[in-house]
C-alpha cells in the first residue's frame, strides 16, 4: 500500500528557512503528480504547492518567492523548501499523492513572531 512520511518540521523564528521531506513507498513515484498541503487551526486543509511527474509546478498565491517544491524519483522523495517563513504559514504540512489519493500523517510547522 501507499505510505507516505514526512518529516523536517518544527519551531522556527519568522524569516527563518525549513525544509520538508517526503519519502513515498509502494508506488512508482516517477508517475505521480506529488504535492503539499496545509492546514492552519480553524482552517480548511490547502494547497501549497505541487510538482507534476513532468516536473511543472504550481504554487498558492501566498507562498510564491518563498517555497520550492521539488522532488528526487531517484530517493521517491519530495520536499518542500520554505524561506523568509512568517506567522501565517504555521500550520500542519501533508504530503499528498494524486493518482492515489494518499495523504500523509502531517508535520508540524510552527513560525514564531
Known amino acids: 500500500q501507499v505510505q507516505l512520511v514526512e518529516s523536517g518540521g518544527g519551531l522556527v523564528q519568522a524569516g527563518g528557512s525549513l525544509r520538508l521531506s517526503c519519502a513515498a513507498s509502494?508506488?512508482?513515484?516517477?508517475?505521480?503528480?506529488m504535492a503539499w498541503y496545509r492546514q492552519a487551526p480553524g482552517k480548511q486543509r490547502e494547497l501549497v504547492a505541487l510538482?507534476?511527474?513532468?516536473?511543472?509546478?504550481k504554487y498558492v498565491d501566498s507562498v510564491k518567492g518563498r517555497f520550492t517544491i521539488s522532488r528526487d524519483n531517484a530517493k521517491s522523495t519530495v520536499y518542500l523548501q520554505m524561506n523568509s517563513l512568517k506567522s501565517e504559514d504555521t500550520a500542519v504540512y501533508y504530503c499528498?499523492?494524486?493518482?492515489?489519493?494518499?495523504w500523509g500523517q502531517g508535520t508540524q510547522v510552527t513560525v514564531s513572531s
Open positions: 499528498y499523492v494524486y493518482e492515489r489519493s494518499s
Open positions: 509502494g508506488i512508482m513515484f516517477s508517475e505521480n503528480t
Open positions: 510538482i507534476s511527474r513532468g516536473g511543472s509546478t
